[in-house]
């Protein structure tokens, strides 16, 4: 989930166990989501998007699901594998702020061989 | 495609030195952004445009200043480094379109001493 304070949230899963990684957002206005990775000493990732007027949507692998009655966001990786282990973040744009996207702070995943 | 390019990958400045952080795209993408990432964290915005010769502010923009001479090249520019500047910069681009994702460069590690 999302961190307020300096340490980011960690997880941790065995390989081919499944992860669910979730994220908190506040502002009813927001109306696009994604999901990034990101690698030590990279640049994040594109993982998956959803806009608004969806509930879920279907990568290779990833499932994002979105509820807006309780502004949460969570990104499923099905048969986790090691190199999955990253930090993994959500991004959400807001319709009243043009094209700013705002971004959380990141969940460590860490997979177990 | 190279995709999002960006120079240098580590600098160290002193306090008060200036220097312009490098960011390049060739996917002919309307839209650029710069952000700095500190440890705890999300991604927050410094400053972004929109199409050549547009720029605007983002969350964080003091220190900061850019300039958009050309679709590809998003130059940012520390005036006079200070020791909060000490962050990993990433720049970002995509197109205009309202759900479209960004894809971020590889990121310059700066230190300011």
């Known amino acids: 989930g999302e961190s307020v304070g300096l340490h980011l949230p960690t997880l941790s899963v065995q390989e081919g166990d499944n992860s669910i990684i979730n994220c908190a957002y506040s502002n009813s206005a927001s109306d696009y989501f994604i999901w990034y990775k990101q690698e030590s000493g990279k640049g994040p990732q594109f993982i998956i998007d959803i806009r608004s007027n969806m509930d879920k949507r279907q990568g290779q692998r990833v499932t994002v699901l979105l509820n807006k009655t309780v502004k949460h966001l969570s990104l499923q990786i099905a048969a986790t594998q090691p190199g999955d282990s990253a930090v993994y973040f959500c991004a959400e744009k807001r319709s009243n702020t043009g094209n700013q996207f705002y971004f959380g702070t990141g969940t460590s995943l860490t997979v177990i061989p | 495609n190279a995709g999002v390019t960006q120079t240098p990958k580590f600098q160290v400045l002193k306090t008060g030195q200036s220097m312009t952080l490098q960011c390049a795209q060739d996917?002919?993408?309307?839209?650029m952004s710069w952000y700095r990432q500190d440890p705890g964290m999300g991604l927050r915005l410094i400053h972004y445009s929109v199409g050549a010769g547009i720029t605007d502010q983002g969350e964080v923009p003091n220190g900061y200043n850019v300039s958009r001479s050309t679709t590809e090249d998003f130059p940012l520019r520390l005036l006079s480094a200070a020791p909060s500047q000490t962050s990993v910069y990433f720049c970002a681009s995509k197109t205009g379109g309202i759900a479209d994702t960004q894809y971020f460069g590889p990121g310059t590690r700066l230190t300011v001493l």
């Open positions: 996917m002919n993408h309307e839209y």
